[in-house]
Structures are given as C-alpha cells and as structure tokens.
C-alpha cells in the first residue's frame, strides 16, 4: 500500500508536469516526455502498483472486520464501557474507502480514456485500463468518452478531498511520520534524555516538541501493544493507548478537537500529566524493555517519554512501597539490598584464590558485579563461576570492592534523577581510583548505564563477550554437554546492546543443542525485572512475564531442558518463575557461564 501510494502520487507529478506545465503552462510540445517508451514503462509500472495498492486495501479492509488483537481498540487500563473509540474505526474505515475510491476511479477513468480511443496498440502495456476497457467494450457500454470525463471529474475530486481531509484524520501520519522518523533518536532509551518540566508547569511542558511529533505520528498500528509483555500479562499498560491519550491530551490542551478523537478533559486544577491524566499504576508498570520502541515502524520514543512521567511522580512523592524501599536502600547502603557495603564481596570467600582489588593494583580487566550478582545468592553463585573461568584462562581481572555501587541503571528508570546521578558520581570516581585497560561486568543493565549514561562506550563489554572470546582462543577448553537448551535474550542485552550471538556461540561451544522461542533475539520477551520493576509488587498481574516465558519454554517440549540465561535478574526472575509455575523439575534455569564451566570441568549439566 506504501510503495503503491508513493508510485501513483510520483505518477500523478510526472503527468502533472508533462502536460501542465510543459505543455500548457509552458507551451514546448516538443519537450514533453509523457510518450513513446517512457509511456510504455510509465504504464506497466504505475499499473502493477495499482493493482498491489488496491490489494492492499481490499486485504486491510477484510482484516478489519475481525481485527487481531494489535488492532483492536480494547483497553487494558478502563472498564468496557468507560471509553469510547467508536471515532477511531469510523477514522479508520473512512482513510480506507477514501483510498480505495480514488483507486477504482482512477482505474475505470483509464479503461474509459483507451475505449474511447479505440485500443491503440501502445495502450496494452496499462494492463489494468486496457482490461478494464475490454470488459466494458465488451458489455457493450457506450460512451465511453462521456463515462472518462465523468471518471476524471469524480477520480480528481475524491484526489483533492482527500487532500483536504488529511489534516483530521489519521492520514495525517503520512505528514508527521516522516518528521518524526527524521528526528527520532533509537539510543534515546539507552541515554535517556534530561528530565524537563516540572509537575506544576503547565500540561504541555512536560514534553519537547520532539514527542509531540512523536505522539502526533502514531499510526496505530497497536504493533507495540501487541508486544509489550505489561500488557500481555495484564498490568494497566498499553504503549499504543499511552501515546494516544497523550496525543488527545496534547489536542485538548491547544484547543484542537478533532472529530474522530473521544476527546481529552485534561485536569487543569492540578495539571498532573503523570498519575492524573496517565495513571500512576500505568506509569509504574512499564519494565523499559524497549520491546515497543523496537517494533515502531515510525521511531516512536515511549520509554523517554514514561521515565519523563515516572520522573514527574517521585517528585510528587506517588511512588510505589517497593520502590520507595528500594530508593531508600540506595541512598543509604549504595545498593538495593540495604546491605552493607563491606559484604559486598563477601560471595568471593568460597573461591580458592583472592581476587585483587582495582583500586590498589592494576588489573586488565576491572570487573563491576552488579548488585543481584553481588548479594542475591541465586546469582552469586553464577558470580562465582565466572570467577573460576577467568581465574582458569588466567585473565588478569580485579574488583572495586565495597567502592562500587549500584550503577543506577533502574534507578534513572524508575525516575529517581538525583539518586542516579549520586550513585554515578561515586562510581565514577571509584572507577578513577582504579588502573585497567577494560571494564566487564556481569549486569546487562549495568553494561548499558556504564556504556551510555557513564559515557565508558568502547571501554565496557559483557561477560559474555569475554568468555567467547577466552573459549575462540583455546583459552577455556569446552565441549562434551549433551541435551537441548533454549536461551532466554534479556533485553538489556540483546535489544539494548545489539548482543545476541556470543551467548548462543558458547551454548553451541559446549555441545547442547540450541532450539529457539518464538520470541527470541529483537523480539525476545521481557522477564518483568527491568526499569526498577523487580523491587516493585506484581501480586496483582494475571500472570507475571517471567511465569509467561517459561511456559513459551515448557511448550517447546518436553526435551528441552535447560532455560539458559545471561543476566543475573534473569537467574532471579526464572528460578522464581519454574518453582510458581511448577515446572522446576522439567526445566532448569543455568547461567551461560555455568554451562561453559560444566562443560569444561565434564561435570553433567543437573
Ligand atoms: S518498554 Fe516494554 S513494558 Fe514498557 S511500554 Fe514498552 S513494551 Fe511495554
Ligand atoms: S507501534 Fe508505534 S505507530 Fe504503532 S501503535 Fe505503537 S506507537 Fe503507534
């Protein structure tokens, strides 16, 4: 429909100027081009488009009338009956009949033009007109010439309505979508932007003019709220629905009332975008898993845009108990555990050889743990595997001790500015008291804030890119695991980081097969952990997405028995989730680095 669209507005043009402009406007016959072999190809061409286009339109009209569940305009946040969308498909269904009008037209407008010229040869190459043409010479339709000057009239005036029409309807996105695809920055969710606006400012200033382009160019195609794993495990959260209320938002809040839009009533007593207009329990449900930003096909920003909302509600103090205890840990102790520093390292006492300490020695490789794989014991136990593998490809590796905090990756996320930059600030200057040529760090979250948010691009990589390499170079000697694993991509990780290959290399390296989910790689779905979710309470969901993605595991089959993961939230989130959904004996949550260190010590997996 795009490319038939483009193809039939470039013809239009090309006619337009051919015999308007060059040869009345101008007068010069002899520089029209519209003729002899160009015509042909014009021909062929626009009409194989034509026919695709309509295609196109008659396959979304039928699509529509039993809509999948991206297309449907059901909410997730509101009771049935406590919205009203009935504007949206009229919207819908007129940008279709309008389009498909002017199609039919402009092909019968043809098939009239060549019988009214008899067939001449060169006309064959119109395949769709010429049909057309011969079906109506052959019914015997007389005036043809007649019939074309009435098509031209009617094809040039639903052209020119529906010019006019785009402005009010969703058609509009042919304008915004291609500002907004021009101005959209995809590393906006990795360094999210600084906050703006304050809860008392007016409505709108919340916003840069920026992600008012942005909600302005939702086409929606509900693609993201098809992915999105809030909603699909019932929280109140639908990007799509989030960007179109903040659209009518943005309408109502500059006078604009558009005919197929429910219509906003802005609260203009407290103008609290965040928890007033967008509920607080919607904005809290995001796990920033970029899933949405991913499948966009217009760039749209929605993770900035909830953090810039999340940002508006600790301000305001409307933050959820979980989180508040999470904040209040991370400015007292630096980490989310309220722990004291000083146990920090206490996971490294069971290992045969002390690690070195970065801040009085230097290392190559300056390790940053992270805060589960430091203190939670499901993950340190994978923070101890990975120290006997480097230990055993005598890579020279150290760590920051109790120096190191929290990098503030889900914190920022969570909307708690001052808190992140406090925490970088220590981090960095621990970093600074350190001598290294590298950082790794076990924490995908970790990876993106020290690469991103840090400004340490180029310095940073994940264990996983080291053990690959340690196993390419002989390093660690792998192989002889037997059994069919599936890997779960964290999103931190693969869409955040473009990694997906060296953990699947090191599954394969240590001889398991590896069978995919469906939703692997840039479509892998969320465990439910991110942007500050995992110290948030999730009793209320249908279902969480860590229970959800084991199922996708367990429905592989009964030979797939290992859920292999990279992230040490993960290692949490899933061991939780085979015990909740009874699946702990059928399926077993390994880290990739305690697969490679099985499969070098011959140990079996399980
Ligand atoms: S980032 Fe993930 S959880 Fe948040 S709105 Fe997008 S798809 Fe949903
Ligand atoms: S994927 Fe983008 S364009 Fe489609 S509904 Fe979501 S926000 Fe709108």
Redesign the pocket.
């Known amino acids: 429909m795009f490319w038939g669209f483009l193809v039939l507005t470039v013809a239009t043009a090309i006619i337009a100027i051919d015999v308007d402009v060059i040869g009345l406007f101008l007068g010069r016959p002899d520089l029209q081009f519209w003729n002899g072999a160009f015509y042909q190809g014009y021909s062929l061409i626009v009409d194989v488009f034509s026919i695709g286009f309509v295609s196109g339109l008659v396959y979304l009209g039928w699509r529509r009338r039993n809509p999948p569940l991206k297309l449907s305009y059901d909410r997730v946040d509101r009771e049935e009956g406590g919205y009203d969308r009935k504007g949206y498909s009229i919207d819908d269904r007129a940008f279709l009949f309008v389009l498909l009008f002017i199609a039919i037209t402009g092909f019968l407008l043809e098939g009239f033009r060549i019988a009214a010229v008899d067939f001449p040869s060169f006309e064959i190459f119109s395949i769709a007109g010429w049909t057309i043409g011969q079906a109506v010479s052959f019914l015997g339709v007389d005036g043809a010439e007649t019939a074309r000057v009435l098509f031209w009239w009617t094809h040039a005036l639903a052209a020119l309505t529906f010019i006019a029409f785009i402005p009010y309807s969703k058609a509009m996105h042919m304008v915004t979508d291609v500002i907004g695809l021009l101005v959209t920055d995809q590393d906006s969710a990795r360094a999210l932007p600084e906050p703006v606006g304050a809860p008392s400012d007016d409505l709108l200033s919340l916003f840069t003019w920026k992600d008012l382009v942005d909600h302005d160019?939702?086409?929606?195609?509900?693609?993201?709220?098809d992915v999105c794993p809030a909603r699909a495990t019932g929280a109140p959260l639908s990007?799509?629905d989030l960007?179109l209320d903040l659209r009518e938002l943005a309408d109502a809040s500059s006078g604009i009332d558009l005919w197929y839009g429910p219509g906003a009533e802005p609260n203009t007593t407290t103008g609290a975008v965040a928890g007033d207009y967008i509920a607080a329990e919607t904005l809290w449900a995001c796990t920033t898993c970029m899933a949405?930003m991913e499948?966009?096909?217009?760039g749209?920003e929605?993770v900035p845009t909830i953090v810039q909302m999340r940002r508006q509600l600790v301000e305001v103090g409307d933050v959820e108990a979980g989180l508040q205890t999470a904040f209040q840990s991370l400015t007292r102790a630096g980490n989310s555990f309220g722990k004291s520093a000083k146990q920090r390292a206490r996971w490294t006492k069971g290992l045969d050889q002390e690690i070195k300490d970065a801040r009085s020695e230097p290392v190559e490789y300056l390790w940053f743990v992270g805060d589960h794989a430091s203190f939670d014991p499901r993950a340190t136990e994978v923070s101890t595997s990975v120290a006997r593998l480097l230990s055993h490809a005598e890579v020279d590796f150290g760590l920051l001790y109790e120096a190191e905090k929290n990098s503030g990756n889900d914190v920022r996320r969570a909307g708690e500015e001052g808190l992140f930059e406090m925490l970088r600030e220590q981090n960095l200057e621990a970093l600074a008291s350190a001598e290294y040529s590298q950082i790794i760090t076990t924490d995908p979250h970790s990876l993106n804030t020290l690469r991103y948010e840090y400004e340490l691009e180029g310095t940073v990589i994940h264990y996983t890119e080291l053990l690959d390499r340690l196993v390419a170079d002989g390093s660690l000697a792998v192989s002889g695991l037997s059994g069919i694993a599936t890997y779960h991509d964290p999103c931190y990780l693969g869409r955040y980081q473009d990694e997906y290959e060296a953990p699947r290399r090191l599954i394969h390296a240590t001889g398991l097969d590896l069978h995919e989910m469906g939703r692997c790689r840039e479509n892998s779905f969320c465990c439910g952990a991110g942007g500050g979710r995992i110290w948030m309470d999730d009793s209320g969901l249908e279902e969480r997405p860590s229970e959800n993605r084991i199922r996708e595991a367990v429905a592989l089959g009964d030979n797939v028995r290992y859920f292999v993961v990279a992230c040490p939230k993960d290692m949490v989130m899933y061991s939780d989730a085979v015990k909740t959904t009874g699946h702990e004996d059928r399926l077993q949550v390994v880290d990739v680095a305690q697969l490679v260190e099985r499969a070098m010590t011959g140990v079996p997996v399980g």
């Open positions: 160019a939702c086409t929606k195609c509900g693609r993201c709220h990007p799509r960007i949405c499948v966009c096909p217009v749209i929605h």
